[in-house]
């Protein structure tokens, strides 16, 4: 059974910051990639982060120079540093990951989310 098991949301202050962690029982060395997502109430999940088994990063624009993804591969974890937040910054945030299963010939693709934590950044 995949499990990703997120920690570090919370509630602060404008201009402050959090860092996120997810840790996956996935094995990194069949790990593509991984990312962070976030939804707020009543708008679509959205891309915040992301991060290649070869450690490519992208983000969104909307938080390019205040935000840091990042990946330990051997402790299974991807965290996300968030400086200098804002209001608008407030949602539920998701991580993801894709992997890969290689059985003989056969390749599988496979996708996991994580529950959620909510980050609420008060002005």
């Known amino acids: 059974q995949v499990q990703l098991v997120e920690s570090g949301g919370g509630l602060v202050q404008a201009g402050e910051s959090l860092r996120l962690s997810c840790a996956t029982s996935?094995?990194?060395?069949?790990?593509?990639?991984m990312g962070w997502y976030r939804q707020a109430p009543g708008k679509q999940r959205e891309l915040v982060a992301g991060?290649?088994?070869?450690?490519?990063?992208n983000y969104a624009d909307s938080v390019k120079g205040r935000f840091t993804i990042s990946r330990d591969n051997a402790k299974n974890t991807v965290y996300l540093q968030m400086n200098s937040l804002k209001s608008e910054d407030t949602a539920v945030y998701y991580c993801?990951?894709?992997?890969?299963?290689?059985?003989?010939?056969?390749?599988?693709?496979?996708?996991?989310w994580g529950q959620g934590t909510q980050v609420t950044v008060s002005s």
């Open positions: 991060i290649t088994s070869g450690g490519s990063t």
């Open positions: 996935v094995n990194a060395f069949t790990i593509n990639t």
């Open positions: 993801n990951v894709h992997y890969s299963i290689v059985i003989g010939p056969h390749k599988s693709n496979y996708e996991k």
